[in-house]
Each structure stands twice: as C-alpha cells, then as structure tokens.
C-alpha cells in the first residue's frame, strides 16, 4: 500500500510556474515507477511526466519542454516542475505511482489531487 499526498497547487497567471510535489508513504521500496496525470472537466486524465524508472522520463507532447519531473533517491517524493503555464494546462494534477505488485499497465496508486489553475 502507498499513500501519496500532492501539493503545490493554486492559481497563476499565464506564464506563470508552479511546483507541484507529492509525497509518498507507505511500501516505498515496492515503488517501480512515479508520475504526475492531470484531468481537466469533461476530458480524459493524461499523463503529463512520468518516471517508469529510474533514469527515464517521459513527458506528454503538451509539455513542449515547459514541465520537468524529478524524484528522490529513496522515492519519496516526486516533483513536477511546471513553467510558462498556459490556460490549457488547468486541471486537477494527480499522483501516481506503480509498484512492484501494480505491474506496468496497473493504474496503481493515486493522490487526492491538486487544483491548478492557469487564469489571468
């Protein structure tokens, strides 16, 4: 069992960054992969940054270079480092992370979830 909590959240401007963190507890060492999702109203959650492991990242095409994904050594923790934010990136930004009883394709475990919201 993992239990993650997010924060960082809040209003800001366009152009504006954000440090989104989320903070994991629990079976650490069973943790294979960390990520960020986010889901604005009415569409799918997406995947924004990932870690599958350590040493790769994967970044959604949205992302055009704006956002970096970090992690601790330990996994403890992993950060979402968001800049130039546009109104499109408005949405409730998830946690998420994969262990070794989850497998690969498991949706794993989710935090509560952060607001962010890109508005002038």
């Known amino acids: 069992q993992v239990q993650l909590v997010e924060s960082g959240g809040g209003l800001v401007q366009p152009g504006g960054s954000l440090r989104l963190s989320c903070a994991a507890s629990g079976s650490i060492s069973s943790i294979t992969s960390m990520g960020w999702y986010r889901q604005a109203p009415g569409k799918q959650r997406e995947m924004v940054a990932a870690i599958p492991y350590e040493g790769r990242t994967n970044y959604g095409d949205f992302v055009k270079g704006r956002f970096t994904i970090s992690r601790d050594n330990a996994k403890t923790s992993v950060t979402l480092q968001m800049t130039n934010l546009k109104p499109e990136d408005s949405a409730v930004y998830y946690c998420?992370?994969?262990?070794?009883?989850?497998?690969?394709?498991?949706?794993?475990?989710w935090g509560q979830g952060t607001q962010v919201i890109v508005s002038s």
């Open positions: 998420n992370v994969r262990t070794q009883v989850t497998g690969s394709r498991g949706p794993g475990y």
